[in-house]
């Protein structure tokens, strides 16, 4: 069974960075994509970026292009996402998610596996 494990997340002011880690388990990941999504309060979970096991492939939300970087250590099956220049508006829970390869990989509906989650908040 797929197990994935969210890590990082926290209080920071805005400026600040975090870096969120995901460990996935329960098998081995040499294909397809891990993503992040983020859901905050009274709104819909929405894309954040997606990286693919293979290749250099990477996908960024508009609002966090430039600001996060999407990394992978293959041998760890861990991805992690490095968080600059925080705001507010960054405010979330963010979940880690595995899924299929496909073309665009930014739908929930594109991944299989979700994490519990892990609370990013940045203060003003």
């Known amino acids: 069974q797929v197990q994935l494990d969210e890590s990082g997340g926290g209080l920071v002011q805005a400026g600040g960075s975090l870096r969120l880690s995901c460990a996935a388990s329960?098998?081995?990941?040499?294909?397809?994509?891990m993503g992040w999504f983020r859901q905050a309060p009274g709104k819909v979970r929405e894309f954040v970026a997606a990286i693919r096991w293979s290749g250099s492939s990477t996908y960024y939300a508009a609002s966090v292009k430039g600001r996060f970087t999407l990394s992978r250590d293959n041998a760890k099956n861990t991805v992690y996402l490095q968080m600059n220049s925080l705001k507010p508006e960054d405010t979330a829970a963010y979940y880690c998610a595995a899924g299929r390869s496909v073309d665009w990989p930014i739908r929930e509906s594109d991944y299989d596996y979700w994490g519990q989650g892990t609370q990013v908040t940045v203060s003003s």
């Open positions: 329960g098998r081995t990941f040499s294909s397809g994509v």
